[in-house]
């Protein structure tokens, strides 16, 4: 059975973040002025999402090799976006990510205690991503510069659950046919099952519909996203426990790991519902 | 001196493949070699899986199996838990936390626990008993089971209400940490010649699917615990059930109490 395997130091998994730099990120998340610019948004979700990972990947006072993790961005360039202690690295170990931040940030977050009250408190936020929206958008070449990456991996992680490679984006591929990219990467395979791919697609207009992983073509509102839709993998059935306990909604078998126009709480969900691991010990 | 009744004690734990010894979070109370014999009017042990998720679970099940042991009543579960409780905090509070143990430690230590106390029924305690009662708290996927000769006579968590998944029941280690609802104890008796087998998640799985194939449980279990030989020991065997696929790869304990 496919996707079943342990998450362990012994058989670790692999994520892959692919991050849309195209100028248009520098737009609001849904073309309203009041909110953050989508580029900034999803820098500061990815940076919410590893440091999840390393809770996860955390016991006691060590920080366990669960993951590698990789995140490239595409724009006027196309590379991996590690930086500081992490340079040149394409896949970084959860622990090796943990030690190198860019730097650490203190925020007060609002919280609600066990008596209902609200409560603030500081939390140290480690950032390793910052922003950037200048260019086009070469899908292609990232999905590429992927294949290469993961085919390198499962060579050495047979038996590993497979990597889960998370695309944001907010627009459509420029350098060429990324769904015929997006099939190679999705044959990769580990002896689990191959590689997921999802697609988050950030919304730019307030009156668009969210389209939270959908099951049939037929729903999409245009070529763009029946592409879109095309590109992404099933969901595994983890992640459609996952997709259904995080959101409230049935999640239909066949539902392809897809959210098209996503907002603000989209976003965020899709990105927990790709990196939380269900086979964790 | 009262000898009531005796009981043999033998257990055997061995950690999840790919860990070390230290990372077992599998915890159990008596400790006591294998063949031991101890002549009691009460006899109590407890085991308990701490939950590889949360911080510094292997403390926390110590704590909850040793005080369950050591308590002055074990009718009121909520005075064990918060002993120890107490006992987890102390030790935990001067240790320097990175942020991502900072952020475990808001959730604190989670931990099923199974505890068993054996007793007499005889209002006479120096008279030798053949039968006697037991009461057992079970929180979350340890198991326990009660076998007659080659007959199961009873089962904690029962067939029907066992679930083994990810997301069991447990017992948290903060003071604002809640029981989960509903734990009354079970009880039920004792004759001379029973065996009680207290095991966590993993092999309790396996044992419930041999169960219902009528696979003899007891005997499978007495022959790998009382194995002499250092090879084809129960970690041995616990590999080839793995490997198999028989069971999941996780810490691994089995008590045997024999009852006469």
Known sequence: MAYHAEISRTNPTCFLFLVDHSTSMQDPVMGIPENPKKSEFVANAINKVLQSLIVSASKDLEIRNYYQVGIIGYGFEVKSLWAGGLRDQKLAWIDDI??????????????????????????KFPVWVEPVSKGQTPMCSALNMAVDVLKEWVAEHQESFPPT??????????????????EE?????????????????????????????????????DHFSKVMFSMSSELPE???????????????????????????????????????????? | MPQNFIVKWHSATVQK?????????????????????????????????????????????????????????????????????????QDVKNIALDWPAQEKMRKGAYSTLLGIEFGILSENPHSRQDTGNWCAFSIGDTCLFQYRKEFLVKSLPGKNEIVFNNSPKLIGSLASSKLPAEESPHIGDW??????????????????????????????????????????????????????????????????????
């Open chain 1, 98 to 123: 943990y030690k190198n931040p860019l730097r650490i940030e203190e925020r007060i977050i609002k919280d609600v205690d066990e008596n209902g009250d609200e409560i603030e408190f500081v939390t």
């Open chain 1, 165 to 182: 490679v998370i695309n944001l984006t907010d627009g459509e591929s420029n350098d060429g046919d990324a769904k015929k990219f997006a």
């Open chain 1, 185 to 221: 990467l999705k044959s990769i395979t580990t002896n689990d099952g191959a590689v997921v791919l999802l697609t988050v697609h950030a919304s730019s207009n307030p009156f668009s519909e969210q389209l939270f992983f959908p099951s049939k073509a037929a729903q999409m509102p």
């Open chain 1, 238 to 281: 983890g992640m459609r426990k996952t997709a259904s306990e995080l959101t409230g909604l049935e999640i239909d078998n066949g539902s392809r790991g897809f959210v098209y126009n996503a907002d603000i709480s989209g976003i965020v969900q899709a990105l927990e519902i790709g990196t939380r691991p269900s086979n964790l010990p």
């Open chain 2, 17 to 89: 493949a790919g860990n070390s010894p230290l990372e077992n979070e599998d915890q159990f109370s008596p400790v006591m070699e294998n063949g031991a014999i101890v002549q009691s009017e009460v006899f109590r042990c407890a085991l308990a899986d701490g939950a590889t998720q949360s911080i510094f679970a292997r403390q926390w099940a110590k704590h909850l199996v040793d005080d369950y042991v050591e308590a002055k009543a074990i009718s009121d579960l909520s005075s064990i838990v918060e002993k120890a409780s107490k006992k987890w905090g």
């Open chain 2, 191 to 260: 004759r001379s010649g029973d065996d009680f087998f207290l095991m966590t998640d993993a092999l309790a799985e396996w044992a419930y699917k041999c169960v219902e194939r009528s696979v003899n449980v007891p005997g499978i279990i007495k022959d790998k615990l009382t194995r002499k030989s250092k090879t084809n020991s129960f970690s041995d065997w616990i590999s080839n059930l793995r490997n198999q696929r028989e069971i999941r790869n996780d810490d691994t304990t089995l008590i045997w109490i024999k009852i006469y």
